[in-house]
Nanobody, 122 residues
Framework: QVQLVESGGGLVQAGGSLRLSCAAS????????MAWFRQAPGKEREFVVG????????HGGDSMSGRFAISRDNTKNPVYLQLNSLKSEATAVYYCAAGDGFAARELSYNYWGQGTQVTVSS
């Protein structure tokens, strides 16, 4: 069974940066497609960005602006999500997801972390 553990969330001022990490165990890291989703208060969970086993990217809305970036090194673990120039609307619980599928939808991923809170103060 794959387990995912996120870390790196916290409180940051608008314009600041955070780097989230997601460590995977229970399966060879390089065999997993990885992604980040987020869920803001009162809203549905939404896709942020994904990275395939071999490093291909799939971008959601905010990450397409260049402010969010995902990275991985298959010789290491975890996968990272760099959040830059944060705005208050980025406040959400950020979830790491992994699996055999690779798409901007929840059903593509078999495994989920518990989430890490990101709060951006204005």
């Amino acid at each position: 069974q794959v387990q995912l553990v996120e870390s790196g969330g916290g409180l940051v001022q608008a314009g600041g940066s955070l780097r989230l990490s997601c460590a995977a165990s229970g399966r060879t890291f390089s065999s997993l497609n990885m992604a980040w989703f987020r869920q803001a208060p009162g809203k549905e969970r939404e896709f942020v960005v994904g990275i395939s086993r071999i490093g291909g990217r799939l971008h959601g809305g905010d990450s397409m602006s260049g402010r969010f970036a995902i990275s991985r090194d298959n010789t290491k673990n975890p996968v990272y999500l760099q959040l830059n120039s944060l705005k208050s609307e980025a406040t959400a619980v950020y979830y790491c997801a992994a699996g055999d599928g690779f798409a901007a939808r929840e059903l593509s991923y078999n495994y989920w972390g518990q989430g890490t809170q990101v709060t951006v103060s204005s």
